[in-house]
């Protein structure tokens, strides 16, 4: 009697499907490794060396997932293997996805100086005081970098100025510690004239120092504002961001 082959070894055998398993496998992996990374670091499960080999092994592991998915694709579309075709198209959206966000943080780091302490007054800054030991005891300096730091700022963000407001200062304070408590800072101290607080990033929780200062004029007030890391030679724009969206919102208070 003979033997007529089967459709499955007509269509390529189960090299598809096992491709495609492996492309799940890898996708997978690359999820838990990028994903976890902050949390795992944020929990103090691993230090900040090992989160990021696990940022750079799930980058890996997409890459990886993205190479075996196209050679899974070419092989069902030859073999005319739906299901496996549809397995590595949904895992090359799902890497292109994964590696969007390290893309972005990349190219974000490419378009701004390496520094980490922003200030709308840069010859005069506001200085931390109750947070002076917590910032003694990071890598990163208590005192402002200097003219160098300034000169990159200015260049980079030349939106970072001082806010004047037509307003009393008690009224100015009251309604920039709200803003600090809505964007759920850690307030360390707050005087007549000062706000001192810690902003916490999402992911990876990192801690951010910001100093807002009220200057009496004439007719109102000036609110400055300081804000830096406590660890990394660059924020990636992190706190010119915090500076601007502060101050947009401190003054949308009083429109």
């Given at each position: 009697?003979?033997t007529?082959p089967?459709?499955a070894?007509l269509?390529?055998g189960?090299?598809?499907g096992?491709l ?28 900040l ?6 940022l750079r092994?799930?980058i ?9 998915s ?5 092989l ?11 397995v590595?198209?949904?895992?090359i ?7 969007y ?12 100086p ?7 007054d ?7 005081e109750?947070?002076a030991?917590a910032?003694e005891a990071a ?6 970098p ?13 939106y ?10 008690q009224?100015?304070l ?5 803003v600090?408590?809505e ?7 707050i ?8 902003a916490t990033?999402r992911?990876?929780?990192?801690e951010?120092?910001?100093v ?14 300081r804000s ?28």
């Amino acid at each position: 009697m003979v033997t007529r082959p089967t459709t499955a070894r007509l269509r390529g055998g189960r090299w598809p499907g096992v491709l495609a398993g492996l492309a799940i496998l890898l996708i997978a992996a690359a999820v838990l490794m990028m994903a976890g990374a902050g949390p795992a670091y944020r929990g103090e499960l691993i230090n900040l060396g090992e989160a990021f080999n696990w940022l750079r092994n799930g980058i890996y592991a997409a890459g990886g997932a993205v190479a075996v998915s196209v050679i899974t694709l070419l092989l069902s579309l030859f073999t005319r293997r739906f299901t496996p075709a549809l397995v590595a198209s949904l895992v090359i959206v799902a890497a292109a996805a994964l590696l969007y966000v390290p893309w972005q943080h990349w190219q974000r780091a490419q378009q701004v100086p390496a520094i980490h302490d922003i200030t709308t007054d840069t010859q005069n800054p506001p200085a931390f005081e109750a947070l002076a030991d917590a910032r003694e005891a990071a890598p990163n300096a208590v005192d402002y970098p200097g003219e160098a730091t300034a000169q990159q700022q200015q260049a980079a963000y030349p939106y970072i100025k001082p806010l004047v407001l037509a307003e009393a200062p008690q009224t100015v304070l009251a309604a920039a510690q709200a803003v600090a408590e809505e964007a759920g800072w850690r307030i360390a101290r707050i005087t007549s004239h000062r706000i001192e607080a810690t902003a916490t990033t999402r992911w990876f929780g990192f801690e951010d120092d910001v100093v807002i200062r009220l200057t009496e004029l004439e007719n109102g007030v000036q609110v400055d504002m300081r804000s830096a890391s406590r660890l990394g030679a660059s924020d990636v724009g992190t706190n010119a961001a915090r500076i601007e969206q502060f101050l947009t919102a401190l003054q949308v208070r009083f429109e």
